[in-house]
Every structure is written in C-alpha cells, then in structure tokens.
C-alpha cells in the first residue's frame, strides 16, 4: 500500500503515511502545539482558561480511574488481596510517613469542620451513626483517651460548653423517662382526687417508687446513691434495661410525691398510699 501524498510511492507506516510523511506530519502538530502555548502564555486570560480547562480534565480522570479501581476492588477478589497486601507493607515500611500523611489529613479536617457548616453537620451525623453501631468500641476508645489524657478531661468537664450538654442531656433522658412511666400526668391526683393534674412543665413531674425502695433500687441498678450523678446514671440504667416493670414506678408532682413518701415513712402500705 502506498502512502497517501501525492507524488510519493513509499510504503504506509501508520496512518495512511510513509515514514518521512509521518515524521513531517508529527514535527507539524508539535510546531503547531508549541505556537499555541506560546499564544496561551503570552495571555493571561488564555492561560487561566487553559489551566482551568486542565484542572477539569484532570479531575474527571482521576474520579473516573477512582471509580473503576473502586468497582474492581469490590468485585475481583484476588485484586483486592493484591492491594491489602501492598498497603500492609507500604505501612509497615513507612510508618512515619503514615504519621506525617495522617497528621495532615486530620489538620486539613479540622480546618474545614471549623469553617464549613455543612461539612460539620454531616460529620456529626456520621459519627452518631457509627456511635450507634459501635457502642463497645466506642466506650472502650473513650476509656483510653481519658486515661492517656487527664489533664483534658479534667479541663473539657469545667468548660460551659460540656455543662450545657450535660444538662440538655439530662433534661433529655428526664423526659424519656417521665413518658414511659407516665403520661405527663400525677398519678396521686388521678387516684385520691379523680382529677387529672397535667403541670405546665412536665419537669414538675417526679418519679416515685410505689413501694419506697427507691435507695435499693438505684444501689441494685447504678451501685451505689450518694454520688451527685445517680439520678442520671439511674435513668440511664433504666432506659438500657427497656424500661423494666419489675419494680413499680409512676410519676406525681413534687408536693404529691412528699405526701407519698411522707405517708410511707408513717407506716402505710404503697396501696394505701395511692388510695387513701
């Protein structure tokens, strides 16, 4: 076959071309190439559309490669025991330079869950959904975090911050509790009056051991009642327990709940502290 220019008999190399028209052909482009760099550098405005241009290209190569190794990673068993095996030696013979690489992930993190709201928000979701997941490994991380840092742990509980959350939580856990032994009402008004007393403010609300073995009952659930976090610590134990019945619980207003435990201390029985 010969070649595609006129006037010439030589023998087609690639693309239609001998091999003299094919080197003249690529020396062309590249001249063709180079002047239009030149133009681009020469003009600011060119360069950044160009550069811009390339960035874009770039990135969606990268994200197609990203996704194609993803999809063979996930499907070809032996190519995923293949990187496993090259990412097991790569840590082991850099280890500072997975610290390093680390540390800078976490710095470029950190910077953006500052700045970047919803960023923040989704990662907050994420980690309560994988709190949820991972209720072992995640009490047995904190456990070693607080060991390894006193000195933080002792500064994060003063901060005003930990104090808001703690009390949003409790009033939280409160309110939990309140509604699965009640509904919202005082139980002592129901009984003794047959008027149902529902107070503005459901933390008027009390919880109240029928048989006045409250102290027992929180030592049995938490291990001990004179600390000054039993009362979150109980309804915890009761909320991780599925609300138990086998030790009766309702709730009254606080002037109710001293009549009921004022009438017990008097000798009555838990019936009759309800119906009489």
């Known amino acids: 076959m010969e070649c595609m220019r006129k006037h010439c008999t030589g023998e087609v190399v690639d693309k239609g071309?001998?091999?003299p028209h094919l080197e003249a052909e690529r020396e062309r482009k590249r001249q063709v190439q180079l002047r239009y760099m030149a133009r681009v550098q020469a003009d600011p405005e060119k360069r950044a559309k160009a550069?811009?241009?390339?960035?874009?290209?770039?990135?969606?190569?990268?994200?197609r490669r990203a996704a194609e190794l993803r999809e063979r990673y996930a499907n070809d068993p032996e190519f995923r025991e293949r990187v496993q095996e090259q990412s097991r030696r790569y840590r082991e013979q850099h280890p500072e330079r997975i610290k390093e690489q680390a540390q800078a992930r976490n710095e470029i993190r950190r910077e953006q869950y500052a700045t970047d709201a919803e960023y923040r928000e989704k990662m907050k979701a994420n980690a309560l959904v994988w709190a949820s997941e991972n209720r072992e490994r995640k009490s047995e991380t904190d456990r070693k975090w607080r060991e390894a840092n006193p000195e933080k742990v002792r500064a994060n509980n003063r901060s005003p911050r930990t104090k808001e959350r703690r009390k949003q939580n409790y009033a939280e856990l409160k309110m939990e509790v309140l509604l699965a032994y009640g509904d919202g009402s005082c139980a002592w008004h129901r009984k003794n009056f047959g008027t149902e007393f529902r107070p503005d403010d459901i933390f008027e609300l009390e919880l109240h051991h029928i048989n006045g073995d409250g102290a027992a009952h929180r030592r049995q659930l938490t291990g001990e009642t004179n600390h000054r976090n039993y009362a979150h610590q109980f309804y915890r134990a009761l909320k991780d327990r599925g609300w138990p019945r086998d030790t009766p619980l309702i709730t009254l207003c606080g002037s109710c709940h001293k009549k009921a435990t004022l009438a017990l201390q008097r000798g009555a029985t838990p019936l009759e502290t309800l119906l009489n």
């Open 17 to 19: 071309l001998c091999g």
């Open 51 to 63: 550069n811009a241009k390339r960035n874009e290209w770039r990135k969606k190569t990268a994200a």
